[in-house]
């Protein structure tokens, strides 16, 4: 069991260091990643990004084959694993009833490694400016969380807080810097109005979400008091949607 958790932590580890370093890369810094066995002799999708314009027509390729072949897949197996632990619910009514009607001991049951690997799959595989990314990201996080894997779900949801931020000229923006501060209003989230185009052709920014899934992980371990500074940030946000 400490095995499988640390090489998943490993894999986990090399797939963030490797996405950063792709995505957000500064100069005069790299990141080798050692590949699986069978991609030993292969140029992946993900590593040539940026080497050519990400076309209309190649965005479309992408975000329709990371979407049906990787990501529905994947979200459709976590559904089944979370539908499967509804079934073997039972609510004790001489105690106070869970907020979810399922329980994570029957969900850490089920075969979540294979929404990993199928996430892992998605990131590497396709081109990393493809506009599922993140989900791919926010699914992983909410596997590992299915899995009380609660470390690399922690891990993951603060990789998609930093990596998926606002940035300014290709740098992060300081959090508690006037620039992030919107409209007069301090703001930590991602403001999601997009244009037509953009809601009809790729999904809303994970980021959001993943405040809210990292909140349900710190009450999973009991850490009340982060789980309560995190939701009241948010609550005071005025450009996180509260609907």
């Known amino acids: 069991m400490h095995y499988r958790k640390f ?49 209309i027509p190649k965005r479309l390729y992408n975000n329709t084959v990371s979407h049906y072949n990787y990501y529905f897949n994947a979200n459709s197996k976590l559904n089944d694993i979370i539908s499967t632990a509804k079934l073997q619910h039972k609510e004790n009514y001489r105690e106070l009833l869970p907020f979810y009607n399922y329980s994570l001991n029957e969900t850490s049951k089920g075969q979540i490694d294979s929404i990993i690997y199928k996430c892992t799959a998605g990131i590497l595989l396709h081109d990393l400016r493809s506009d599922w990314v993140d989900q791919f990201y926010l699914l992983m996080g909410n596997a ?20 998926f931020a606002n940035k300014e000229d290709g740098y992060d923006i300081p959090i508690g810097s006037n620039v992030s501060s919107k409209g007069g209003s301090f ?17 809303a920014p994970a980021r959001n979400e993943s405040f809210l899934m990292q909140a349900r992980n710190f009450i999973e371990q009991e850490k009340l008091d982060d789980a309560e500074s995190l939701l009241q940030i948010l609550a005071a946000d005025r450009f996180f949607l509260k609907d």
């Open 144 to 163: 590992y969380l299915h899995r009380k894997d609660f470390d690399s779900a922690t891990y993951v949801f603060n990789y998609i807080n930093y990596a």
């Open 7 to 55: 090489r998943h932590n490993w894999i986990l580890t090399g797939i963030l260091l490797f996405c950063c370093s792709l995505i957000n890369a500064q100069p005069n810094t790299s990141v080798e990643i050692p590949k699986q066995e069978k991609y030993q002799n292969r140029v992946l999708a993900s590593e040539k990004t940026g080497n050519k314009k990400f076309t």
């Open 187 to 203: 703001s930590v989230s991602t403001d999601e109005k997009r244009n037509f185009w953009k809601k009809i052709s790729s999904p």
